[in-house]
Structures are given as C-alpha cells and as structure tokens.
C-alpha cells in the first residue's frame, strides 16, 4: 500500500480538521503520552491492539514517521472516547468485533495477531469491499453518501489524524505558518508536497 499516494487522494482531509480547534487540542494532547505506558479511554486492550495493528499497516514508517511514531491509534481512541455518543461507540465496538471475527475465519486469528503478509492480504479484501466516499465540492457531498463501513472510516480517520500532526505537519507535509505570504498563480510542480495548514 503506498502510503503517498494515499496522502495525496486525501489530502483535502487534513483541510477539515483545522476548522475544528478542540478536536486539535485532542491531538496535541496525545503527543506527552509514552507509547508503552498510554491507558485507552475507550478502547480495551484487544480494540487498541487491533486500531494500533491496523493504522501501522495503513500508514507504515518508510523514510518518514508512521501511524504509530506520531500515536494516531492515541488520538483515534481519544476522539470516539471525547466525541461519540453512546450509539457511536457501541457501533464501533460491534465493528472492530466483526472485524476481528472475519480474520480469525479467514486467518484463524484476530487482526493484531496475524503476519504481515496475512494483514495486507486483509487490508486488499477491505480495499475492495468496502464502500467509497462521494466526491465533494466546496466541503459539501455530492449526492447521498452511502455507509463506507469500518475499515474505510477508519483509513481516512487515520489519515486525517497523521496528516494533522505536528511532527507530520512541520516536518514532513511544506509548512508555512499563518499568515505566512501570498504567492499567486504558482505551478503546481514547484509547490511539490501537499500544504499543511498551521
């Protein structure tokens, strides 16, 4: 799975998350908590097992940081705990089960336990099978958005919480902070990288 690819199909995604300054406070709150010692808030130990499995394989380190360097599973726990209701979070429980019990039929074990090949072998199967977002225009969906289900809603919840980061947003993505200059009509071939906004 190439992850720059990925960043570039949905790099409009990052482009929601500033207009909503206490969802990043959430995330700046998750860079203080040590990977080993960090207590979920809502997931239990095996849902935390499966995110952090899962946003690892979806966004793993290359050259640049991963899902896990930059604690998206953190902030993904943080986020349903803070922000669900109660329906949200049951949901979300109910799809990480199901999810878990279609590895183990197909693999014979839960998705944190299986090997990398089996992984992505999983995560190709999702790729197919799940629904897709409808294209936007100006922040609005066109036409009526069906389900997605859970892995498609997860990949772009973990793409927006690591394009979002800090460690991602000043050191990986071009950053210029507010207000920075106005520079029009620039060739998209000398912008290079997606913009991240700070």
Do not use: H
Request: glycine share 8%; charged share 25%; net charge negative.
């Amino acid at each position: 799975m190439d992850r720059r690819s990925a960043l570039k199909k949905t790099g409009l995604l990052a482009g929601a998350a500033v207009a909503m300054p206490s969802i990043l406070s959430i995330l700046q709150g998750c860079k203080s908590e040590p990977r080993l010692t960090w207590q979920p808030e809502f997931f239990t130990e095996v849902e935390a097992q499966t995110i952090a499995s899962l946003v690892d394989v979806i966004l793993p380190r290359t050259d640049t940081p991963g899902a896990l360097d930059v604690k998206v599973d953190v902030f993904i726990d943080k986020i349903i705990a803070k922000t669900y209701d109660a329906e949200g979070q049951g949901n979300m429980r109910k799809d990480i089960a199901t999810f878990n019990a279609d590895c183990k039929e197909n693999y014979g074990a839960i998705f944190s336990d299986l090997d990398e090949k089996e992984k992505i072998a999983v995560l190709k199967e999702a790729e197919k099978t799940s629904g897709t977002f409808n294209p936007g225009i100006w922040g609005k969906t066109i036409g009526v958005q069906e389900p997605i289900g859970f892995y498609r809603s997860l990949k772009a919840t973990a793409i927006w919480a690591y394009t979002t980061s800090e460690e991602i947003g000043e050191k990986v993505l071009n950053y210029l902070p507010v207000p920075g200059n106005f520079e029009g009509c620039v060739p998209v071939s000398e912008v290079g990288n997606k913009w991240s906004l700070g």
